[in-house]
T-cell receptor, first 110, second 113 residues
Framework: QKEVEQNSGPLSVPEGAIASLNCTYS??????FFWYRQYSGKSPELIMS????GDKEDGRFTAQLNKASQYVSLLIRDSQPSDSATYLC??????????FGAGTRLFVKA | DGGITQSPKYLFRKEGQNVTLSCEQN?????MYWYRQDPGQGLRLIYY???????QKGDIAEGYSVSREKKESFPLTVTSAQKNPTAFYLC????????????FGPGTRLTVL
């Protein structure tokens, strides 16, 4: 079992729809969770951090964390073509290391 | 402007050559990291450093070396012992301890000729 798992996609949604990206992790001691956006050929850009169970909203983005289910998700409301990118889930484990998932490719159709 | 810089943006290496990738940050972060990214894969940790003059191997350190003589600099050398070095190399930094949000530089794309 991979430590951080994401569906590779591509996830295709129409413009204006809600995109839902999911991530599961294996280390129950994990405390910090991050979502990064990576455009093709570019480096990852941090868009959301979440540390406690529940929802955290920032503009069109909402991160959701459920530690009991070892599940973290990212919702993008009113999706725009500019949101088309690969979204990386990252989890800081009980030790020092941050583990990155392989990413989910999102395609927003105009 | 605060940020992380990496150079060069593109690098070509001949077989048997050692090459050094530069990473500099002016965010006053304590910790710095080197990752490798291959197509369709997540980021894999090569080396990390939490303080000056100290660094630790990550998951794929073989064929790589680093130094941390200054807080703001963390260069990575890809040696001839690394048999498949073609990849996108990313440097990141963070505050040591705590939440550890990592911020990335623009990356260096290394190609072996």
């Amino acid at each position: 079992q991979k430590e951080v798992e994401q569906n590779s996609g591509p996830l295709s949604v129409p413009e204006g729809a809600i995109a839902s990206l999911n991530c599961t992790y294996s280390d129950r001691g994990s405390q910090s969770f991050f979502w990064y956006r990576q455009y093709s050929g570019k480096s990852p850009e941090l868009i959301m951090s979440i540390y406690s169970n529940g929802d955290k909203e920032d503009g069109r983005f909402t991160a959701q964390l459920n530690k009991a289910s070892q599940y973290v998700s990212l919702l993008i409301r009113d999706s725009q073509p500019s949101d088309s990118a690969t979204y990386l889930c990252a989890v800081k484990t009980g030790g020092f290391k941050t583990i990155f998932g392989a990413g989910t490719r999102l395609f927003v159709k105009a | 402007d605060g940020g992380i810089t990496q150079s060069p943006k593109y690098l070509f290496r001949k077989e048997g050559q050692n090459v050094t990738l530069s990473c500099e940050q002016n965010l006053n972060h304590d910790a710095m990291y080197w990752y490798r990214q291959d197509p369709g894969q997540g980021l894999r940790l090569i080396y990390y450093s939490q303080i000056v003059n100290d660094f630790q191997k990550g998951d794929i350190a073989e064929g790589y070396s680093v130094s941390r003589e200054k807080k703001e600099s963390f260069p990575l050398t890809v040696t001839s012992a690394q048999k498949n070095p073609t990849a996108f190399y990313l440097c990141a930094s963070s505050w040591a301890g705590g939440a550890d949000e990592q911020f990335f530089g623009p990356g260096t794309r290394l190609t072996v000729l």
